[in-house]
């Protein structure tokens, strides 16, 4: 409890002292950046701290952070002295809008970290990992930080968030598997207040309020945390139909069950007859995790491949605190910094670039900059999406202002390469030490999304994005462009296919290994290959309807003449529909592209596109929503209005299925068997207590690299490394392959510490303790049972410095 209060105050501490640099950074926008300061101020903290101490110039501990907070406050300070008379008045003339803020930051914080609280385990999924880095962060002196799991090299990772975390941890004196949790929920309150700041700009810059304390703004911007971290996909409610019976009917003769529907409907466990007696609440193992699968893949045989499509509830419902997860706020940040720009911030003084004037601030281009670089450092696959935004923002911007001319590619060109150029050179030392899987684009010809999945995934923010583009076209005083927005939609359409082509052709032509062998394993010639797909896609061709049903209206109103206004509000500002559908049109974009390509990897098929580029726009496609059920509250009038609330009234009911019985399976209906606890090493301790106590003795130790049993990914393994942050011989061999795009650097480290343990000859173990520099070899259950361990070699050359149980620790001299 005194953990969530320190970080409470200690955000809101941050926030107030980053108000006078957004309201400096953020002039267009109606909140004047105060909604979003603590995540501006996180990130701009976060990075002085990260590259100061990159160059040495810092420590990595609490001196070292608070010289970084210095920092930040010395600007800010700076920032007020030369704004002071504004920023007190906006204050004063924004107290609706302040304690919003407050208490929806409060209350969501509060939340998450309650539902955590419930169940805070961080042994299942990827959570270990998550939690080695931030161990592996608090224990290394100077940055890059170290990997603990594979001894001698830094972490191969985009690992901004979690040098965040780590830096909050150490200031308030918490550990790694308390921080983690506690780091979970401050990334859903930031991701709420994130959320609520962008639909409340651009719902005031829309529609100005009637109202001096912009309350009608306000009460309506609040469904955009509701959309984005809330609502849920329809699967929650097929749950419920199925746990229920409804649609199947039993043989009163054989027995047996019958449901058409939901064979038809085709997603595993729901294709199962329901268990008896039947009820309402889903009580099937993890029938939750279900929700994340609902893209069902088959390759051209009908062999099935699982496709993740996660949204953000089901992230914090896990505990996930993957980066892309902590990245949600900086995205949201990267959103407003797009709507600034298009709203004609940062326009008071000029860049030149190669004799090229551009209407942009110093200021301003330098903090765009830091955004979109600390987004690829946060979570390098939302770095394309926030830096189309950002750069179509300023295109869109300067075509208003000048008018569509080929003057308008030199703006485009002129801004986007030097703020590309400025983002990487900002977070140099990152790239330095960074090495991916990814190994380009392959074409996808056989995995489509069936139009009945999309709606089951996407239906929640399908349902108010096609009212609102129904009933603002309805209201709109000029027609919609649809000619240009055919022609683009098409297009971009037309050019996915075609690369799709262009792709598979190169792979042909050059023997692509992987492309071959997959036609090969089906014993299937390429003109059979080609037909049977295409004939799938006109089969399944209800998601590419959809799709382009939302993308064409999207781009035609994005480039309608002369701009939309409201025919019942005179005084409306048009600039903000322009923005919204430009969020619209990435969204779809990004759904889109994963049906006809997708980036290699080690996975060797699309499923980690589609999560990457799913998550991104759902973040996207939720404040649309949310925009759109605001707008639409607040414009319609008589049945109209009534029509609208009780259709999202029940797409809002429904999409809240997902996190209410989701929240009550995980958390036991809110009794956890061992109560309430944001630090996940109480397990540890409760469950393996020999490994708890030789991890806190450990701790007391000085840093060395550590021997421990060496097994599969999302396991027990690396236990000791990962809770004490003390560099292993290895970890997971299969993420560290992932991370650094093949097991060339793990070498033969596996099979060394599988001999060192099991060797009965001391020159043998000697030669790998030496090759790795080990200082602890730890002998506990784990080892024992995972291999025939004989330690009769440690006993006679080595000094034992813990015993518990049928655990031990033996140190190694150093030289």
């Not at 209060?5 to 309201?23: C, E, I, K, R, S």
């Not at 309506?220 to 199947?248: C, D, K, Q, T």
């Not at 036991?668 to 996940?680: A, E, T």
Request: hydrophobic content about 55%.
């Amino acid at each position: 409890m005194l953990a969530f209060f320190l970080w409470y105050l200690l955000l809101v501490a941050l926030g107030l002292l980053t108000v006078p640099l957004t309201y400096a950074l953020f002039p267009a926008l109606a909140d004047r950046g105060y909604v979003l300061a603590r995540t501006a101020g996180l990130l701009i903290w976060g990075y002085i701290f990260w590259i100061l101490a990159s160059f040495g110039f810092v420590h990595n501990n609490v001196g070292g952070i608070l010289f970084a907070l210095a920092l930040l406050t010395a600007s800010s300070a700076f920032a007020f002295y030369k704004n002071k008379a504004d920023i007190f008045q906006f204050l004063k003339s924004q107290r609706a809008l302040i304690l919003t803020t407050e208490i929806l930051f409060l209350a969501a914080f509060a939340f998450l970290a309650f539902v955590r609280a419930s169940d805070s385990e961080l042994a299942s999924t990827e959570k270990p990992m998550e939690l080695m880095f931030i161990n592996s962060i608090l224990r290394s002196e100077t940055f890059p930080p170290q990997d603990a799991w594979l001894s001698g090299y830094a972490i191969s990772y985009y690992y901004f968030g979690y040098v965040m975390t780590a830096m909050l941890a150490r200031l308030t004196n918490i550990p790694g598997s308390l921080a983690h949790n506690l780091m979970t929920a401050l990334v859903f309150a930031l991701g709420a207040i994130g959320a609520f700041g962008v639909v409340f700009n651009l719902l005031s810059a829309a529609r100005p309020a009637r109202d001096e304390n912009n309350k009608s703004q306000i009460s309506a911007a609040l469904f955009a945390p509701l959309f984005l971290l809330i609502v849920s996909n329809f699967e929650a409610l097929l749950e419920v139909l199925h746990r229920a019976g409804i649609g199947w009917t039993q043989d009163p003769v054989s027995g047996q069950w019958r449901g058409a529907f939901w064979a038809w409907l085709d997603m595993k466990e729901l294709s199962q007859p329901p268990l008896l007696p039947l009820g309402w609440a889903p009580d099937r193992y993890l029938w939750w995790w279900r929700a994340s699968r609902v893209m069902q893949d088959y390759d051209i045989v009908g062999g099935f491949r699982e496709a993740i499509d996660e949204f953000p509830f089901f992230s914090f419902l896990l505990g996930d605190l993957h980066p892309h997860v902590l990245a949600i706020p900086f995205a949201l940040l990267a959103v407003a910094v797009a709507l600034n720009i298009f709203l004609g911030g940062w326009r008071d003084s000029k860049i030149v670039v190669a004799g090229f004037r551009l209407p942009v601030s110093w200021s301003g281009f330098l903090f765009a900059a830091l955004v979109l670089g600390g987004l690829a450092f946060l979570n390098t696959w939302d770095i394309l999406v926030a830096a189309a935004l950002i750069v179509f923002a300023f295109f869109l911007r300067r075509a208003a202002e000048s008018g569509w001319r080929w003057a308008r590619l030199e703006d485009l060109t002129f801004f986007a390469f030097p703020l590309a150029a400025l983002s990487l050179i900002l977070y140099f030392p990152f790239y330095l030490g960074f090495s991916s899987q990814a190994g380009g684009l392959l074409p996808n010809f056989m995995y489509i999304a069936r139009g009945t999945h999309l709606w089951v995934m996407w239906g929640t923010l399908l349902v108010p994005i096609f009212l609102f583009l129904i009933f603002f076209w309805k209201k709109s005083v000029t027609r919609p462009n649809w000619k240009l927005g055919f022609s683009i939609g098409l297009g971009f359409l037309f050019a996915l296919i075609l690369l799709m082509f262009a792709l598979g052709a190169a792979a042909f032509a050059t023997e692509n290994n992987f492309v071959n062998g997959m036609l090969a394993s089906y014993e299937m010639s390429v003109s059979t290959f080609l037909f049977e797909t295409f004939q799938r896609r006109l089969i399944q061709i209800g998601s590419l309807l959809t799709l382009t049903a939302v993308l064409i209206p999207a781009l035609a109103f994005l480039f309608a003449k002369p701009q939309i206004a409201d025919d019942d509000d005179s005084q409306n500002s048009p600039s903000a529909f322009p923005f919204l559908f430009l969020l619209m049109t990435l969204g779809a974009m990004l759904i889109l592209a994963p049906e006809f390509v997708y980036l290699r990897d080690q996975f060797g098929y699309r499923i980690n596109t589609i999560f990457k580029f799913y998550y991104q726009a759902w973040i996207l496609w939720s404040l649309v929503a949310a925009f759109g059920a605001g707008w639409l509250i607040q414009s319609l009038r008589g049945f109209s209005n009534w029509f609208v609330r009780v259709i999202l009234g029940v797409v809002i009911f429904c999409g809240a299925l997902y996190p209410a019985l989701g929240i009550a399976t995980k958390s036991n209906d809110f009794k956890p068997p061992f109560g309430y606890s944001l630090d996940d090493f109480a397990r540890i301790q409760r469950e393996n207590p020999e490994d708890a106590d030789a991890i806190k003795f450990l701790l007391t130790r000085p840093e060395g690299v550590v021997a421990e049993a060496v097994g599969g990914s999302y396991s027990y393994y690396g236990r000791i490394s990962t809770y004490s942050g003390y560099p292993a011989v290895l970890g997971w061999p299969g993420h560290e392959s992932q991370w650094r795009g093949g097991m060339e650097l793990q070498g033969s480290r596996q099979e060394d510490i599988n001999l060192l343990y099991v060797t009965p000859r001391w020159n043998e173990a000697q030669a790998i303790i030496e090759k790795y520099h080990i200082r602890y070899i730890v002998i506990g259950n784990l080892e024992r049972n995972s291999m025939r361990v004989l330690d009769e070699k440690f006993r006679a050359h080595l000094t034992s410095i813990f015993q518990e149980g049928n655990t031990l620790i033996y140190e190694a001299p150093q030289k």
